[in-house]
């Protein structure tokens, strides 16, 4: 899988997560991966085997803990047993636009 395969994918695996609200870049967008002619905002992997680091808003109504290890878990399936630094940037309640 390509570094741009990967990024997208594993953007498709975290938004699929329904607690997920939405990716985030962070304060300052830095949080991102940079492919021909656009980002991956939220999301940063840089190939195959390498760490990766996602930014996500949360849904309010579970446990935090338990989501953030379900989504490394999400990502493992994807990229293979890497370090997933996941960032909870912050929290909408329900039906929050």
Known sequence: M???EL?????ETVLAHPAVHRLD???FGALASYLPGRRVEGVRAGGPGEAVEIGVVLTLGGSLPEVVDDLRARVRLVTGDVPVDVTVTDVVLAGDG
């Open 7 to 11: 990024a997208d994918t594993i953007a």
């Open 2 to 4: 390509s570094s741009t």
């Open 25 to 27: 870049p962070g304060p």
